[in-house]
């Protein structure tokens, strides 16, 4: 069965630090999800993206979170100047309808030191 | 907007006993449920959903849930539970902005 892929699995940064979290989408799905998950607390949605732009973000996407699929096929996620609070594992989820059920992948845990 | 709860963080039952994880939403509509699974180290995996149609949906590895609109409940069982099964179990809901929302997920332990 297609599956949703990212990399890396773990990323260790430094606060301050700009990182790039991946994910490979099923080949045919349309709309792109990033959610995240602190440690011991809910998941919690991100931002959703379709045809090339953001449909809808959080009040946690603020101005140092983008989003982008540069080449077609990765689906991205940068961070632009880590803090210790962005220490989450970070899944991305992609569906080939709007209302068609997620498909997660197993997720970029990042730890910022 | 949609929430989530599951009253239950942590439950603890014998391997071959019965299980039932509770969830309950809130929302106007008629919403899209789902139950997602997470093994440690793992991503969600989705066990079942429910948008329309019969209330008892089957889902994956023996699991159903039965969607209650009266009690605004959606809550996964399973006759009888495998050591397999102990994993963290999430709640979720689809409102009209096509967001997931879920909840803050019931933790099980399966013991021998």
């Known amino acids: 069965e297609p599956e949703v892929t990212q990399t890396p699995s773990h990323q260790v940064t430094q606060m301050g630090q700009e990182v790039i979290l991946r994910c490979v989408p099923i080949?045919?799905?349309?709309?792109f999800y990033w959610y995240r998950q602190i440690l011991g607390q809910k998941v919690e949605f991100l931002v959703s993206?379709?045809?090339?732009?953001?449909?809808?973000k959080s009040e946690i996407f603020d101005d140092q979170f983008s989003v982008e699929r540069p080449d077609g096929s990765n689906f991205t996620l940068k961070i632009r100047s880590t803090k210790l609070e962005d220490s989450a594992m970070y899944f991305c989820a992609t569906s080939w309808r709007e209302d068609s059920p997620l498909h997660f992948g197993n997720g970029t845990r990042l730890t910022v030191t | 907007a949609q929430s989530v709860t599951q009253p239950d963080i942590h439950i603890t039952v014998s391997e071959g006993a019965s299980l039932e994880l509770r969830c309950n939403y809130s929302y106007g509509a008629t919403p899209y449920l789902f139950w997602y699974v997470q093994s440690p180290g793992q991503g969600l995996q989705l066990l079942l959903k429910?948008?329309?149609?019969?209330?008892l949906v089957q889902g994956i590895k023996g699991f159903e849930a039965e969607f209650k609109r009266s009690q605004s409940s959606f809550n996964l069982r399973k006759p009888s539970v495998h050591w397999s099964d102990a994993a963290e179990y999430f709640c979720a809901v689809v409102g009209s902005n096509y967001k997931l929302t879920f909840g803050k997920g019931t933790l099980l332990t399966v013991n021998p």
């Open positions: 993206f379709y045809n090339n732009e953001i449909s809808e």
């Open positions: 429910y948008f329309s149609g019969d209330t």
């Open positions: 080949s045919n799905h349309l709309y």
